[in-house]
């Protein structure tokens, strides 16, 4: 199956499934996919209809971020025979996260208040012997959590530790996705435009023009309840099927 690809999707919709300008590609329901970036690769099984285990067997990911999108990732990662996943995230798993993640926690476990990465640990070690969780923020200090691994995928907001984890990943030649969501809710529409960069030694220059590392200001909306799971979870698929490419 080919797969035209794209780094930037827009996906407005509304309550009331009204129709998008003729611009747009309709997908199902009432979402809309903009293709402003097409690529002619191919994503798809190899001769012989078997993707070779040792490709991935010898990776050792970083997933910084497990709150929406980091943890979909997650989700997709641990079901690949990868040897190392590390999970870096020093917040704590809330009742918003879980309405953001796959799966469904228990009462008993949101009472608990666990760290975010302690919590996907014990979940996905049943699938994958091979995951370690950090409950740390990445500073110039706990960055040497990063060291030796061979990919990273960064699900984080903009700020200082970013730029931080940026450029130590470029100093050891480490290839990385940066995900990012923006979200306008404008007359009861919602928009979103998901992107997802990819930085290897031979394109930092492009990949850093896209990459932001300015705090956001004024009004967060993916920072208040409103519940962009599906959105997670595709942004987190494009990402998992450009790692695997």
């Known amino acids: ?107 008993d476990q949101l009472r608990e208040v666990p760290k975010k990465v302690d919590y996907f640990r014990n979940i996905y070690s049943n699938i994958h012997r091979g995951i370690t969780a950090h409950a740390v923020a990445i500073d110039e200090t706990s960055v040497r959590l990063l060291d030796d691994i061979t990919f990273a995928f960064l699900c984080m907001d903009a700020g200082q530790s970013k730029r931080i984890i940026v450029e130590r990943l470029e100093l050891m030649g480490v ?31 492009y990949a850093r023009s896209r990459i932001s590392f300015e705090e956001r200001s004024g009004e967060n909306l993916y920072g208040s309840n409103i519940q962009v799971a599906d959105l997670n979870a595709l942004n987190a698929a494009l990402a998992v099927i450009r790692w695997k490419r």
């Open 1 to 107: 199956m080919a797969i035209r690809w794209t780094r930037y999707f827009l996906v407005p919709c509304n309550s009331h499934g009204s129709l998008a300008p003729a611009s747009f590609t309709a997908i199902v329901g009432a979402f809309f996919i903009s293709v402003p970036v097409p690529c002619d690769r191919r994503y798809g099984r190899r001769r012989g209809g078997r993707q070779p285990p040792q490709r991935l067997s010898n990776e050792k990911i970083a997933i910084v971020g497990v709150g929406g999108t980091g943890s979909y990732i997650l989700d997709q990662i641990a079901k690949t025979p990868v040897r190392e996943i590390r999970l870096i995230d020093g917040d704590e798993f809330l009742q918003h996260n879980a309405f953001r993640a796959p799966g469904a926690p228990t009462i």
């Open 175 to 205: 290839p990385f996705i940066d995900v990012g969501m923006g979200l306008d809710l404008t007359d009861g529409t919602l928009g979103g435009i998901l992107r997802v960069t990819l930085s290897t030694p031979q394109e930092r220059q």
